[in-house]
C-alpha cells in the first residue's frame, strides 16, 4: 500500500490557484523531510518545494513568491498552496517523503493550468 496519496489537482485557469494535500498514512510523518516534485510531459521530473523535518522550507526558483509549502504533522499531511498558475505549471506533482535511505512517492495529480 502506497503510504502517501495525495489530491487536489485540476484544471484551472492562467492566474488561478489550486491546494495540493498529501496525505500519509502507516509511517512516521515526523521523522521524514516531505516535498513537492513535478513532470510535465516530455520533461525530467523537478522538485518544486520541500519542508524538512524541522519545518524549513525550500522552493525552486520557478516558483517562489507563488507557492507556500506547509506540513501539518498531527494530521499527517502537507499542503501545497500555488497561487497565479501559469501553463507552465501544468504537470504531474508528486509527493514524496524521505529518511536516511528510506523515500516514498504517492502516485501523482494532474495540474493543468489552460484557458
Known amino acids: 500500500q502506497v503510504p502517501l496519496v495525495e489530491s487536489g489537482g485540476g484544471l484551472v485557469q492562467p492566474g488561478g490557484s489550486l491546494r495540493l494535500s498529501c496525505a500519509a498514512s502507516?509511517?512516521?510523518?515526523?521523522?521524514?523531510?516531505m516535498g513537492w516534485y513535478r513532470q510535465a510531459p516530455g520533461k525530467q521530473r523537478e522538485v518544486v518545494a520541500t519542508?524538512?523535518?524541522?519545518?524549513?522550507?525550500n522552493y525552486a526558483d520557478s516558483v517562489k513568491g507563488r507557492v507556500t509549502l506547509a506540513r501539518d504533522n498531527a494530521k499527517n499531511t502537507v499542503y501545497l498552496q500555488m497561487n497565479s498558475l501559469k501553463p507552465e505549471d501544468t504537470a504531474v506533482y508528486y509527493c514524496n517523503a524521505k529518511f536516511l535511505k528510506t523515500a516514498y512517492w504517492g502516485q501523482g495529480t494532474q495540474v493543468t493550468v489552460s484557458s
Open positions: 502507516g509511517l512516521t510523518f515526523s521523522i521524514y523531510d
Open positions: 519542508v524538512s523535518r524541522g519545518g524549513g522550507t
